[in-house]
């Protein structure tokens, strides 16, 4: 125990507790721009093809994801995902594998038989299901309002809409157009 600590305990003075600031949570703009480093981290390295497709349809899925997040709200654990998927999950996986010598990468097993790139990938493709199924929610958020829109609007104005239909009746036969020469003969 300090002597500060001690003297405040003495005397009952309180201490006050230390201010601890947090970093404000990054906006949808510092989003974009961490899927921005991280597109053009795997176009300026040398990596496999397979990655830079995985990379980019993690980063198309959160890019197609972020306007409509609002829908799950702010706070959701969906929304955090996202954040967290484009700031720290996708460019530390990523980081982690561009730090190790490409030949080696490629080529030597480091965990259960697979290479530095199968665990890339692996975790990749890990992020790429987790991002389709968010998007799937907050698509589905807006298809569920359509749904309830159309049952609203079913009760309030009777039978649903099967489309349209167009009724042309029966056919009627084609009469072939009469010339001038036919009608003087009448």
């Not at 053009?40 to 990379?55: K, N, T, Y």
């Not at 993690?58 to 954040?83: C, D, F, H, I």
């Not at 039978?159 to 239909?165: E, F, I, L, W």
Request: glycine share 8%; net charge negative; proline share 8%.
């Amino acid at each position: 125990m300090s002597l500060e600590k001690w003297w405040a305990r003495v005397t009952g003075r309180q201490q006050p507790a230390p201010i601890v600031s947090t970093p404000p949570a990054p906006t949808e703009a510092d989003i974009m721009a961490a899927l921005d480093r991280i597109e053009s981290l795997v176009v300026q390295s040398d990596v496999p093809a397979p990655v830079v497709s995985r990379v980019k349809r993690v980063s198309g899925t959160v890019r197609q994801t972020m306007p409509r997040l609002r829908n799950l709200g702010l706070g959701s654990q969906e929304a955090y995902s996202v954040m967290a998927t484009a700031t720290d999950y996708l460019p530390e996986a990523l980081g982690g594998y561009l730090r190790l010598p490409r030949q080696w990468a490629d080529s030597r097993p480091v965990e259960g038989g697979k290479t530095s790139l199968m665990l890339l990938i692996d975790q990749l493709d890990l992020l790429g299901a987790t991002m389709d199924k968010i998007f799937d929610a907050v698509c589905r958020t807006d298809a569920d309002a359509l749904i309830a829109h159309g049952r609203f609007l079913q009760e309030k104005f009777g039978h649903a809409s099967t489309g349209g239909h167009l009724d042309l009746g029966t056919p009627t036969p084609a009469v072939p157009p009469q010339s001038s020469l036919d009608l003087e003969g009448q």
